[in-house]
Nanobody
């Protein structure tokens, strides 16, 4: 059992930045960030593979979002720069202890946090 707690969401204007944090209760093999806007499907934004620091990101956030991990704190961060209104969504942290497939697919994760809201105004 892994418990995930997200923080760092908020409201910003377009072009602004936010850093989301996901604190895990223990080691996680892979940690991902997902988002879901009203009326839309949940989509994978970024993922971090702990053993080798490998990452994956959604094409629309490349160059703007960076995922990183602090192993000592079991915390994964999502640094979001140059935010756009279309980034508005509830952001969820997800994690698993074994590889299950596509790092940006929600089906690859067993453990989920409660979410943190990100709102970007134009």
């Amino acid at each position: 059992q892994v418990v995930l707690v997200e923080s760092g969401g908020g409201s910003v204007q377009a072009g602004g930045s936010l850093r989301l944090s996901c604190v895990a209760s223990g080691y996680t093999l892979i940690t991902g960030w997902f988002r879901q806007a009203p009326g839309k499907e949940r989509e994978g934004v970024a993922a971090f593979y702990t053993p080798n620091g490998g990452t994956s990101r959604l094409d629309s956030v490349k160059g703007r979002f960076t995922i990183s991990r602090d192993n000592a704190k079991n915390t994964v961060y999502l640094q979001m720069n140059n935010l756009k209104p279309e980034d508005t969504a509830m952001y969820y942290c997800a994690a698993d202890l074994q590889p299950r497939g596509d790092w940006l697919s929600s089906s690859s994760y067993m453990y989920w946090g409660q979410g943190t809201q990100v709102t970007v105004s134009s």
